[in-house]
């Protein structure tokens, strides 16, 4: 029992930096509504800078100093000063957190104050992405990535004992911060004039006015209070985990958004508890599942560990919503135009002729970028009926299609048949959609996208860690009615293009239908629970069962280009899953016009690997981190000026021009 | 004339406040009831727990003898309820058709494997144009609500509640913003609703419109019923005059 107490207690560390994190965004949440993903990567970038100006190694000169710069087009780091002091480098990283704040909210988030939940969302996804790809550019073009960097910790390294359990110090001393932190801007916030200002802001935007102060300038402070928190946040665990990484640590918000949303985005006090006691029983929970050896072996290790704040996240989240919304709560939602897809056949028709006349002449690599589009564009087109004709921001449809992929691939390998397998993972794709649209009959907007995103890190924790699919390779050759579906074979002949008109068929089957039934009544019923779902219900529409037949036909177009990735991968690994590919996908299909058609396509055409890459000449694995930087700033900028997407936008200049 | 919609009992309360108290009445079938009382007399929260979208609400309310309790905002609208919206909350991604088609459409759970293979066969059969006739809409059948002047968009509520085909309609201020051809126009679709089988339960201001097709009333004020039954009883009751109708009315 006190290896437990032993255990939980050393997490008291890790829950003061959820806990950190969590108040940040509180913050950012009152101050702007908005529920800032990019949280967690603010904070990683800050540590980068800690750790890359105390590093000796960093520009190889031995003298430390160097600052790293998040700008594409600018040098890797500039020289500031020679071997700085841990204070020294401790103030400039923060000074550069509040420029980052106070940028963030300038360039970003203060323009899209009063845009639909979708814009927010998304640009913070690009603020994420684009981060994310940046740091790990720079990173490792520096020379290698956190093993080269020496994570030195702030703070004390003894231990306490209590009773026959040794308790690392730090862990207390981060906890006490914590609470100093939380205690700290509660009294700020109930004393002076700005904390009352940004509760009435909270409320209502010309409540703040009425104070006297303006919301911007109450929006730059908390943006900026909240990135110099993360940051400093970031340093503590990284130093004393002596873990950081571009992806792993900007997805500490995960655990930071289950301690936010229990803290109901609200009050420090309950925040801090919440994270605290994540931090705690996750550290429990991993004991807990080293020592259980009755627990099953498909279990990864540390899923428990993981999985926990989502589950907390979905619990929390359900029972706080409700089926429908509110008569106050009803706000201006505007999403992306959705206009009736027209021509479906010939259009259909006339691109999977196009593909397949490339697949049919081109070269390898070209059928390869053929492939991969065409693959894309399937899982594009998931995002497209729940997000864009239904309104439901979903960061889980990725995940889905690794699910399928993993099962099939498994089942596959085992010796199951070719139609089956696939078969059979479409429909586990299918099941755990549903199953994660549950919550989403309750909740909306912001806190779906967040459900969501919870949902897949833990189907990444619980499912693609596991050992059953930890590296698949040797799938058996597709194979129906005698033809030879494969896709990898040797030398020219790599890349088959049966395998290519397979999966264009596929597409186009499922384009068809998703067109037909946008336009029939099942399509109308999306539209106007995205529209309105008060309004919905009031003429009969079953808002729950709408929602989730757009989950389950969602997740069937994942499942089925998981499927079909099964096939077309030499190798499975759980890192083609990450949830960073998940919003990649989401923010290319927002680029191309998230309730169009269209927009998935120009969504396969832009994917990594794609079409847009092979006319690049071929992508490496900094191209590809380029290309995510790129798309991340993009969307930023099509968030905030138009958030119809490039398709729309496209068909609307082309209409003006036809009238002109 | 036998009751269609009997309430009784109802409360609904936010926190301390109490909205709506113990309110029982009862609409015959074939009735236009008008619901009225001065602002925050709880019209469009007793709406608003008939319908389903308040499930804080208590008390009982039957349609046509079937309890609608425990049943939740869309099941309602299918047993028969149809309402309007006082801020009228159009779908405004759909057209004025497709409004009306959306509402009239009842799925079945196959609907969508249909769907996906014979878009046009869900909207056979289906006719929402008499309906757009009869409200002078026929001219925006493809315009987008956004295009719509307010009267429009307040004419499109109604015909969209209408087109659930329901056997009670609940209108909260459908007059509101309406020019005078528009509200006459407006005045004579109610009045036309019961011979088509609709009964009304109606909210306005417009106390002329009130008046000349109400043939119930029922008064409301902080959330209590202060009278209720047929029109000429109701408007010279003197509690009436006194909480609401004023001296001159």
Not at chain 2, 100 to 127: E, M
Request: charged letters at 10%.
């Amino acid at each position: 029992m006190s290896d437990y107490l032993q255990q939980s207690l050393t997490g008291l560390g890790s829950g003061a930096v959820i806990a950190v994190l969590a108040i940040g965004i509180v913050l950012t949440f009152r101050a702007s509504n908005v529920i800032n993903l990019a949280h967690g990567a603010m904070g990683m970038y800050t540590a980068y800078v800690y750790f890359g100006l105390r590093n000796f190694d960093l520009a190889g000169a031995d003298r430390g100093g160097d600052l790293v710069l998040p700008i594409i087009g600018l040098p890797t780091s500039v020289h500031v000063v020679d071997r700085p002091t841990v204070v020294t480098a401790l103030v400039i990283a923060l000074g550069v957190a509040a420029i980052l704040g106070f940028v963030v909210y300038g360039l970003v988030f203060r323009p899209l104050r009063s845009a639909p939940p979708l814009a927010r969302i998304v640009a913070s996804l690009g603020v994420f992405l684009y981060l994310q790809s940046v740091m790990q550019l720079r990173v490792t073009a520096a020379g290698g990535g956190a093993a080269a960097l020496q994570l030195t910790s702030l703070l004390p390294d003894g231990v306490v004992h209590l009773g026959d359990s040794a308790i690392p110090t730090a862990s207390f001393v981060l906890a006490a911060l914590a609470v100093a932190v939380a205690v700290g801007l509660g009294l700020v916030f109930r004393l002076t004039r700005f904390g009352l200002a940004t509760r009435a802001a909270a409320e209502h935007e010309k409540g703040a006015v009425l104070t006297g102060l303006s919301p911007d300038r109450l929006g730059y402070l908390n943006w900026v209070i909240a990135s110099v928190l993360a940051g400093a946040a970031v340093i503590a665990i990284a130093g004393m985990s002596s873990k950081l990484d571009p992806i792993d640590t900007s997805l500490l918000v995960v655990p930071a958004l289950a301690a936010a949303l229990l803290g109901g985005l609200n009050g420090f006090a309950a925040t801090t508890v919440a994270g605290l006691a994540i931090g705690m029983s996750q550290s429990g929970l991993s004991t807990f599942q080293a020592r259980a050896h009755w627990l099953p072996d498909f279990l990864p290790k540390g899923g428990l560990r993981e999985s926990l704040p989502v589950i907390l996240i979905l619990i929390a989240i359900t029972i706080r919503g409700s089926h429908l919304p509110t008569r106050e709560s009803i706000v201006e939602t505007r999403l992306p135009a959705s206009p009736t897809p027209r021509h479906v056949f010939a259009w259909a028709g006339v691109l999977t002729a196009a593909a397949a006349v490339g697949l049919l002449t081109l070269d390898a690599q070209w059928r390869l970028a053929i492939v991969v589009s065409t693959i894309a564009t399937l899982i594009a087109l998931s995002s497209v009926v729940l997000t864009g004709y239904v309104g439901q921001i979903s960061l889980a449809q990725y995940a889905f299609a690794g699910l399928a992929a993993f099962i099939t691939a498994r089942l596959a390998v085992n010796g199951m048949a070719f139609p089956w397998a696939p078969i059979l993972g479409v429909t586990a794709a299918v099941g755990v959609g549903v199953l994660v649209g549950i919550p989403a009959v309750r909740v909306r907007g912001m806190a779906l996208a967040i459900a969501t995103l919870g949902a897949a890190v833990a189907i990444e924790a619980l499912v693609f860690s596991a050992p059953t699919f930890n590296g698949i390779s040797g799938v058996p050759r597709p194979r129906i009615f005698g033809i030879d579906l494969g896709f990898l074979s040797t030398g020219a002949d790599n890349f088959r293009a049966a395998f290519g008109l397979f999966a264009l068929l596929v597409l186009a089957v499922s384009m068809v239908a998703v067109a037909n039934l946008r336009r029939s009544p099942s399509g109308l019923r999306w539209l106007a629970v995205r529209s309105n779902e008060r309004a919905a219900a009031a003429v009969g529409i079953d808002v729950s069962s709408t929602k989730l037949l757009a989950f389950a036909v969602s997740s069937l177009l994942a499942g089925l280009g998981g499927s079909l990735l099964a096939y077309e991968l030499p190798a499975l690994s759980p890192q083609q899953f990450l949830v960073i590919g998940a919003l990649a996908i989401l923010a290319l299909t927002y680029l191309g016009g998230i309730a169009t058609l269209s927009g998935a396509l120009l969504a396969g055409v832009m994917a990594s690997g794609g079409i847009v890459t092979r006319l690049q000449g071929g992508a490496t694995g900094d191209a590809s981190s380029y290309q995510f930087a790129i798309s991340g700033l993009v969307l930023i900028v099509v968030a905030i000026l138009s958030p119809d997407g490039i398709s729309l936008a496209a068909r609307r200049g082309f209409a003006r021009w036809r009238r002109a | 004339m036998s009751a269609l919609l009997e309430v009784s009992e109802l409360r609904v309360s936010f926190g301390a406040l109490v909205a709506v108290d113990d309110v029982s009445f009862t609409v015959p079938t074939g009735a236009i009831m008008g619901l009225i009382g001065p602002n925050g007399a709880g019209k469009t929260t007793t709406i608003d727990a008939l319908c389903g979208f308040l499930p804080a609400a208590v008390g009982s309310i039957r349609l046509g003898g079937v309890a609608l309790d425990g049943l939740r905002a869309h099941q309602r609208a299918r047993a028969g309820l149809g309402r309007t919206f006082q801020t009228v909350e159009l779908f405004d991604d759909l057209s004025v058709r497709e409004n009306l088609l959306v509402a009239a459409i009842r799925p079945r759970w196959w609907s969508p494997f249909v769907d996906a293979v014979a878009p046009r066969r869900g909207t056979r059969g289906v006719n929402v144009d008499d309906a757009m006739g009869l409200m002078g809409l026929d001219a925006v059948a493809d315009a987008r609500p956004t295009e719509l002047s307010h009267g429009q968009r307040q004419l499109v509520g109604v015909a969209r509640a209408l087109a659930t085909r329901p056997r009670l309609v609940l209108l909260d201020e459908p007059a509101a913003g309406l020019d005078p051809a528009e509200t006459a126009v407006l005045g004579r679709l109610l009045a036309s609703l019961p011979a088509a089988g609709v009964s009304v339960l109606l909210v306005d201001h417009d106390m002329n419109l009130m008046l000349g097709v109400c043939d119930q009333l029922t008064v409301l004020d902080f959330g209590r019923v202060i009278a209720s039954g047929p029109t000429a009883a109701v408007r010279t009751d003197p509690a009436v005059i006194a909480a609401y109708l004023g001296g001159g009315a």
